[in-house]
């Protein structure tokens, strides 16, 4: 994945799905498997922030319109 562009949530999503499909192929050799845990870990993380950020924003913009 490209981390110099900013992915979108859906994109993130996306390719934790795909990554949950190759982790589940017998074939998959202990070293993928690694690989694939930690991408889907950082993958993870993104998301958990992208989530905290919106959380953020709709708590800020409920406190300015007094809610």
């Known amino acids: 994945m490209n981390e110099n562009k900013e992915?979108?949530?859906d994109?993130?999503?996306d390719r934790l799905?795909?990554?949950v499909d190759l982790v589940q192929q017998d074939d998959l050799n202990l070293e993928?498997?690694?690989d694939l845990l930690e991408e889907g870990i950082e993958l993870a993380n993104k998301c958990t922030e992208k989530v905290d950020?919106?959380?953020r924003?709709?708590?800020i913009e409920l406190q300015?319109?007094?809610v």
Do not use: A, M, P, R
């Open 7 to 9: 992915e979108g949530f």
């Open 11 to 13: 994109q993130l999503i």
């Open 17 to 19: 799905k795909e990554i």
């Open 32 to 34: 993928k498997s690694l």
């Open 53 to 55: 950020t919106i959380n």
């Open 57 to 59: 924003n709709y708590e």
């Open 64 to 66: 300015e319109e007094g």
